[in-house]
């Protein structure tokens, strides 16, 4: 049989088969067709060098939100894929069935990687996020319309996994708990599970959790005092342990405010890891604190989280999280996504939501994806300065934030066919010109071969801000 790719000489881990060693792998018509210990490269037309690096299950990011343009707090999933070794993302409520339809047809059908998504339980789904407009999609039960909710998880059946809620005092204003228990009238309505967000109360942590059912999903598992999931001894809250005896599944859900290094000592000192390693990457926080998953991935390895079991939070467990176990392990027959990793040895400093630093002697880096069968290099594969880098732009309005992420002004003309625009109905929304616009984009990305370096193991340092 003859191969359209071979990915050669890695250490190929797939958590939920359990192999961990050093294996090629070939892709034939967009799926896995072989997995062995030596497969002549003669073989596939097309052969990547992945000595000294990962191969492993294209990564999931259960909780992000990708409706770019579209809403304030989207970014683009195309741009953050291989550098994030990420092939699938999951959108965490950022449409609700008033646009969930935009959503799709404008970003999930244009995207190169995969996209699905939860379907939030607000009508207008995230509308007034930045850093200075915060207007909560729950403070107005109005728009929290469960029928309406049931009705675009059903239309658009093939690509919704859940339904979101976010619940809290910002969040949800003066609504209290009633969001949480209307979105789960219409989870239940659909057969789906419900991730339900915390901020800081009221409701508190210790109203939602009880309410949820096995399946469902506790995002931001890791939120800091108010709220935190642990006293300020460290001893984990006994509802957390009910909580993770009776089925829920705990994400991370990093964000811009939701992850708190001293909660996670805390909760990995008493035996409760996340099921789901998440990055809630968005406009406010892809410039840091998460930046992406890896980042997030690094940061519960350097707090003592084994490698193959931070994988595994980043693959089995959310496949098995949105009932899709096509995706996240790696067999023969299964969709051919994969990220091939490298644990990048130097200095390197996180930083969580509250503002204490973490430094760690290595971090998680991609070296590319492939998505369907194509391999897709991740072009800043050498540019690791972005933790070093960050700094908090906590006054800046919408426009600037999205400016210095997208660009400013005008999209520059794109060479090609589609340069001629839309003139004289020369190009018309949905022709092959039209679609061409991203292959004429894809087709200038310069090939980049891996680099790879062998993984070392290394010890992290927990630092503190000093207190005012």
Known sequence: MQFDLLIKGGRLIDPASGLDAQR????????IAAIDTEIPFERAARVIDATGSIVAPGLIDLHSHVYWGGTSLGVDADRLAAKSGTTTFIDAGSAGAGNFLGFRRHVIERSKVRILAYVNISFAGIFGFSQTVAVGECSDLRLCEPRETVAAAREHADVVVGIKVRSGRHAGGTSGIAPVDLALEAADKAGLPLMAHIDEPPPGRSEVLPR?????????????????????????????????????????????????????????GEGL???????????????????DILVCMSKLLALGMPLVEVLRAATQRPGEAIARPDLGRLAVGAVGDIAVLRLRPGRFTFVDSVGASLVAEQRLVSDGIVVGGSWWPNEAVDDLGETERFEAHAHDTHVEVASRHFGRGRSPP???????????????????????????LDARRPPLACRPSPPQRGRAQLHRPAAP
């Open 212 to 268: 949820l059912r096995k399946g469902d999903i506790l995002t931001h598992c890791f939120w800091p005092f108010p709220n935190a999931p642990v006293f300020a001894s460290g001893a984990v809250r006994p509802d957390m342990r009910l909580a993770r005896e009776r089925g829920v599944i705990f994400d991370i859900g990093h964000g811009m405010g939701s992850f708190d290094f001293e909660v996670a000592k805390a909760m990995l």
């Open 414 to 440: 794109l060479r090609g066919r589609c340069r001629r625009r839309r003139q004289r109905g020369s190009v018309r929304p949905g022709s092959s010109s039209c679609n061409g616009w991203r292959l004429a």
């Open 273 to 291: 890891a996340p099921d789901v390693i998440s990055s809630d990457v968005h406009l406010y926080c892809v410039d840091g604190p998460a930046f």
């Open 24 to 31: 090629d792998l070939a892709i034939a018509d967009g799926r």
